[in-house]
């Protein structure tokens, strides 16, 4: 099946600092992929869609500014939480959906950066 | 108003028993419907995917039934194992724009 890595699993920073996570589509091409959040005991909150070669699509309620997006390639999404605060101490998740082919209504999920914000 | 609800919240089954989980939705127009297990700490996990014309599809001991009449699911767990212990998230998917809803999810809990 394919597969999705994020990086890294877990990072703790200091209030104030800037944070990226990374996805990857390792064995796939994603022209889409997904960021979503995940306070404990709640389900997925999708934040963004990011497409590849163009602007990310935010969800009511997420500022673009705080979370920047960038989709430079067909198998790379990077999620930069900039200034951070405790309050976005999280796990942040993102999905990939295959450009195609026979996954083309599948999308597979990473597993996942633990953010602690001190 | 696009939602998906499941049922139950919670669960706590003895190591061995079945269950069945329920997924409730008003998506439309439908494209399909999976179900994913996120143990805690990770990211989900497919275990199946049904478009409209799929009754049932079974994935070893999961077996996931939808009604697109009803607009309803269930996810059937066979002879529990205590790495079933996990939570079970219904989502769908509407057709044009990616958007897709996410259920709460079920927390199951299996016990020796």
């Given at each position: 099946?394919?597969?999705?890595s994020?990086?890294?699993s877990?990072?703790?920073c200091?209030?104030?600092?800037s944070?990226?996570?990374?996805?990857?589509?390792?064995?796939?091409?994603?022209?889409?992929?997904?960021?979503?959040?995940q306070?404990?005991k709640?389900?997925l909150?999708?934040?963004?869609?990011?497409?590849?070669?163009?602007?990310?699509?935010?969800?009511?309620?997420?500022e673009?500014?705080?979370f920047?997006?960038?989709?430079a390639?067909?198998?790379?999404?990077?999620?930069?939480?900039t200034s951070?605060?405790?309050?976005?101490?999280?796990?942040y998740?993102c999905?990939a959906?295959?450009?195609?082919?026979?996954?083309?209504?599948?999308a597979?999920?990473?597993?996942?950066?633990?953010l602690?914000?001190? | 108003?696009?939602?998906?609800?499941?049922?139950?919240?919670?669960?706590?089954?003895?190591?061995?028993?079945n269950?069945?989980?329920?997924?409730?939705?008003t998506?439309s127009?439908?494209?399909?419907?999976?179900?994913?297990?996120?143990?805690?700490?990770?990211?989900?996990?497919?275990?199946?995917?049904m478009t409209?014309?799929?009754?049932?599809?079974?994935?070893?001991r999961?077996?996931?039934?939808?009604?697109?009449d009803?607009?309803?699911?269930?996810?059937?767990?066979?002879?529990?194992q205590?790495?079933?212990?996990?939570?079970?998230?219904?989502?769908?998917?509407?057709?044009?724009g990616?958007k897709t809803?996410?259920?709460?999810?079920?927390?199951?809990?299996?016990?020796?």
């Open positions: 099946g394919a597969v999705v994020q990086h890294p877990w990072v703790i200091k209030s104030g600092t944070v990226k996570i990374e996805c990857r589509s390792l064995d796939f091409q994603a022209t889409t992929m997904f960021w979503y959040r306070f404990p709640q389900s909150m999708l934040m963004a869609t990011s497409n590849e070669g163009s602007k990310a699509t935010y969800e009511q309620g997420v673009k500014d705080k920047l997006i960038n989709h390639s067909l198998t790379l999404s990077t999620l930069t939480v951070a605060h405790p309050e976005d101490s999280s796990f998740i999905s959906q295959p450009t195609g082919g026979v996954w083309d209504t599948e597979f999920f990473g597993q996942g950066t633990r602690t914000v001190v | 108003k696009n939602q998906v609800e499941q049922s139950p919240q919670s669960l706590i089954i003895l190591e061995g028993k269950c069945t989980l329920q997924c409730n939705y998506v127009p439908f494209s399909n419907l999976r179900w994913y297990k996120q143990d805690t700490g990770r990211g989900p996990v497919s275990l199946t995917i409209f014309s799929e009754n049932t599809k079974s994935n070893g999961y077996t996931a039934t939808l009604d697109a009803t607009k309803q699911s269930s996810l059937h767990i066979t002879a529990s205590l790495s079933d212990s996990a939570s079970y998230i219904c989502v769908v998917s509407a057709t044009g990616f809803i996410f259920g709460a999810g079920t927390r199951l809990f299996v016990k020796a």
